[in-house]
């Protein structure tokens, strides 16, 4: 199973892992239904079964389709997307990413969030991380 979901994804693949998660399970029917500019039906079983390959996901049969599930969590395929985005993007730092999501809020962010991030660093801090 790839552990870097996201990292070796083209564009449309990545699409169809957020369908695929967004829905928990589908059909390449369903799956077809909810993409932006949606290719052919076949395009979309071959991106499929390309993407089971790679370890992306897995199917079971029920009747006469197959249904599509991600092969991995989602916490652990956040993890993996937002290690590729903080290296790509921020350097490898994940203060520099930090600090673009606080700017990005606006400063909007309600006391009960704050508190939450306060208990994450001092968790962290705690933990030697």
Same mark, same amino acid.
């Given at each position: 199973?790839?552990?870097?979901? &996201? *990292?070796?994804?083209?564009?449309?693949?990545?699409?169809?892992?957020?369908?695929?998660?967004?829905? &928990?399970?589908?059909?390449?029917?369903?799956?077809?239904?909810?993409?932006?500019?949606?290719?052919s039906?076949? $395009?979309?079983?071959?991106?499929? *079964?390309?993407?089971?390959?790679? &370890?992306?996901?897995?199917?079971?049969?029920? &009747?006469?389709?197959y249904?599509? *599930?991600? #092969?991995?969590?989602? $916490?652990? #395929?956040?993890?993996?997307?937002?290690?590729?985005?903080?290296? *790509?993007?921020?350097?490898?730092?994940?203060? $520099? $990413?930090?600090? #673009?999501?606080?700017?990005?809020?606006?400063?909007?962010?309600?006391?009960?969030e704050?508190?939450?991030?306060?208990a994450?660093?001092?968790?962290?801090?705690?933990?030697?991380?």
């Open positions: 199973m790839n552990e870097d979901i &996201g *990292t070796k994804l083209g564009r449309r693949e990545r699409q169809i892992m957020e369908v695929l998660y967004r829905l &928990g399970k589908a059909s390449v029917a369903e799956v077809l239904a909810k993409l932006p500019d949606p290719p039906y076949s $395009a979309v079983r071959g991106m499929l *079964t390309l993407l089971e390959e790679k &370890g992306h996901v897995r199917h079971k049969r029920d &009747g006469m389709r249904v599509y *599930t991600p #092969a991995v969590a989602p $916490a652990k #395929a956040r993890r993996s997307a937002l290690r590729q985005l903080v290296s *790509t993007f921020f350097g490898g730092s994940p203060m $520099a $990413a930090a600090a #673009a999501l606080l700017e990005m809020s606006g400063g909007e962010l309600s006391a009960e704050r508190d939450q991030l306060s994450l660093i001092a968790r962290s801090e705690k933990e030697g991380r």
